[in-house]
């Protein structure tokens, strides 16, 4: 095989990218922004303090080929920490749970908990439900939908959501708006065993879930924060320079503005600027609505919604009220934060660092601010009154997460749909598609493809 084109830089692109080196002669990375790994970068306050964009904590796939791009194995110990078990924790009306991120259903007064109990336990069927107003309903039931799941649905995607226009199955995550915890954790453990019960039930704690793994000879996950000082960027930058050593070409600030074909096959691509690129394959880890455009294969569109990240940087000069979680959730409705990343246990340090992030329309960001976010960190608990801002910054992301509604969801597969048909040499990244969520699902998936196609093509 000779020449292969990878459409976008984030983290699928890159390790794809070093993936199809083992195959293809040349690779040519396109990213259209300045520097690779999207939104896994870091940031600079004007104090000097370095913070990632969100939440990002690799995670070994069990996939040794994957892992070995991903991870410097010979120098994990020098150059990364060990964040395993990862902890997880949530806030939900007032209260801190460090055990798990899932929302307890027992923080709700005693009388609803128990109405709610009664209908959780009568919904027993497998719903096929299209809407996540009536899929959460359906297995739920109505108490534990309008008290628990759907405020946490709203948290993320606004309060003005009409949650029956919502799809079930999308690639847009939920963040676990699916299950609840409830009950005492020997009656969770004999009802997970149920599958009626097991898909909407969570376990009282990682710990349960460990040994379930343990029990069943499965892998425990492995979590990992570089150690450099420019936290995730630092990852990028490793991963970056790997792929230059294996003679992968990066053109950055580049388009893809032409896709030519040939019997089903693409056969050539146009880089902006006019540069016509031979090629055998294209991955594509950016939006299919630009391949298309650049194929120009037409579908009907569908109207979609982005939600802007709003996302709030402090440093602090006291150390917080947790020194046990790595990040947090927030389901609680008091404050529109939904995550929160404790750098300080993270880095094993005595920085403290906080990142919170906040989901708003585009028109509501400038509402977003420092100094609500500084007020909801204090009424919440999780800084210390007293404490004092050291310094800060306010990043402010349009089009982050597409709102997942019926539209979208249908749109997205026929763009899948017109692509894969159309192209018999074009494989289309995980997230993009539809197909799945998670960072390392994401990347399972490439790598089954890129192999389907290397042995088969």
Known sequence: ?????????????????????????????????????????????????????????????????????????????????????????????GQWDNSTQTIDARKLPNALYHQGIGEFMSLTESPNSKSIATYLTSTLGEIFYHHLAKPVIEKLYGDNVDCNDLAVKTGVNYFGAGRIKAF??????????MPAFDSKLGFHSASEYEALLKSQNLPMAEYFYPKGQLGAQT??????????????????????????????????????????????????????VFALKAANLTIPSAPVQFRTANVLHYTFDKKPNNDIAHYVW???????????????????????????????SKEQADSVTLEKGEADLKSMGLIDEKAQVLSSLKQTIHNTFPVPTHAFSDATKAQ??????????????????????????????????????????
């Open 1 to 93: 095989m000779k020449s292969c084109v990878v459409v976008g830089g984030g983290i699928s692109g890159l390790t794809a990218a070093m993936l199809l080196k083992k195959h293809f002669t040349e690779v040519i990375l396109i990213e259209q922004g300045e520097h690779l790994g999207g939104l896994l970068s870091s940031v600079t306050d004007s104090a000097g303090n370095r913070y990632d964009q969100g939440t990002h904590i690799p995670e070994k796939t069990g996939n040794p080929e994957i892992d070995d791009i991903l991870f410097d194995k010979q120098e994990l110990a020098n150059n990364w920490h060990a964040l395993s078990p990862l902890v997880t924790g949530n806030y939900f009306r």
């Open 184 to 193: 005492d954790p020997e009656t969770t453990r004999t009802l997970k065993s």
């Open 235 to 288: 990852w990028i930058d490793s991963l970056t320079q790997r792929a230059l050593e294996m003679g992968v070409s990066i053109r950055y600030q580049s388009q893809i503005t032409e896709i030519k074909s040939r019997d089903k096959r693409i056969c050539e691509v146009v880089i902006n600027g006019g540069e016509s690129q031979p090629c055998e394959l294209v991955y594509w880890s950016a939006p299919p």
């Open 330 to 360: 927030n389901w609680d409705a008091s404050s529109p934060i939904f995550r929160i990343t404790l750098y300080h246990n993270i880095r094993q340090n005595d920085v403290y660092q906080i990142t919170a992030e906040v989901l708003s």
């Open 416 to 457: 899948c749909d017109t692509l894969n048909a159309a192209f018999d040499n074009f494989i289309l990244s995980g997230r993009f598609s539809g197909r799945c969520w998670l960072q390392s699902d994401v990347l399972k998936l490439a790598h089954q493809e890129i192999m389907d196609f290397c042995q088969h093509d």
